[in-house]
């Protein structure tokens, strides 16, 4: 099981390595978001960021991650 999810987040990470301009920089301000109320105890949700970038991401994954 790790080998499969070292897979998916090889290639999560290479598609948001190569995003440029305004995508990087919206990308890498949700990450940071998600990642700061997730060490605060705030949890896992961003009503802005899970709309507009991290609704892809879960529909890859079938919609429950």
């Not at 990470?13 to 301009?21: F, L, R």
């Not at 920089?25 to 700061?36: E, F, G, Q």
Request: net charge positive.
């Amino acid at each position: 099981m790790p080998r499969v999810l070292n897979k998916i987040y090889s290639k999560i990470k290479a598609g948001v390595d190569a995003a440029t301009g305004t995508k990087k920089s919206l990308l890498d301000k949700a990450l940071r978001t998600k990642l700061a109320n997730l060490k605060a105890g705030k949890g896992m949700t961003h009503a802005v960021y899970d709309a507009l970038i991290f609704k892809k991401f879960k529909a890859i994954f079938g919609g429950r991650c």
